[in-house]
């Protein structure tokens, strides 16, 4: 459980997003041995081509576990891509004092859509716990307090209270098992 930024204007600040899959955009994996480990393929070369990966290096893709999952989810909270970055500023499309290869990089990803699935919000950690789990033959599942909606403009007066209710919100799921 975490923070993020939301990337659709339709999720709006203080509400709860899974990540169904994590888009790695760090190429942190990249760095086990990942011959036992099978990527998910979300049509890697149109991300590539439209989003203007190439310059950046290999995106990959994981999965949340599904048993996790099922067990989460409401029609209290959406669903979808996570963009994880490798850093806070540049990586995630804020310019300080340096300029960026991509200013459009999140617009890019605000478009983008693999079978009806957007890329809901933007961290620093989600595909690598998958990947990572995946791995080491474990269940994750990433859950996020949106305290920002960055194509809105809008943020959370309270995200103590987001992150406070996300954290009720999942403890009661559990505790229903």
């Known amino acids: 459980m975490g923070t993020s930024g939301s990337l659709q204007e339709d999720i709006p600040v203080d509400s709860f997003v899974m990540s169904k899959f994590g888009l790695g955009l760090d190429n942190m994996l990249r760095s086990y041995l990942l011959m036992t480990f099978r990527l998910q393929r979300l049509k890697m070369h ?17 999965k949340c576990s599904e048993e996790l999952e099922k067990l989460i989810e409401s029609d209290k909270i959406s669903k979808g891509i996570t963009a994880t970055a490798g850093g806070f500023y540049g990586p995630q499309g804020r310019v300080l004092r340096l300029n960026i290869q991509d200013e459009e990089l999140n617009n890019k990803m605000d478009n983008f859509s693999f079978e009806g699935t957007k890329i809901t919000n933007l961290e620093m950690e989600t595909a690598a716990i998958y990947g990572l789990s995946a791995l080491l033959g474990h269940n994750a599942l990433s859950l996020n307090a949106i305290i920002a909606n960055r194509a809105s403009g809008t943020f959370s007066e309270d995200p103590y209270k987001a992150v406070d209710e996300l954290i009720a919100y999942t403890l009661n799921k559990l505790a229903e098992k």
């Open 46 to 62: 149109l991300l590539i081509t439209q989003i203007g990966m190439a310059r950046k290096g290999k995106p990959y893709v994981t």
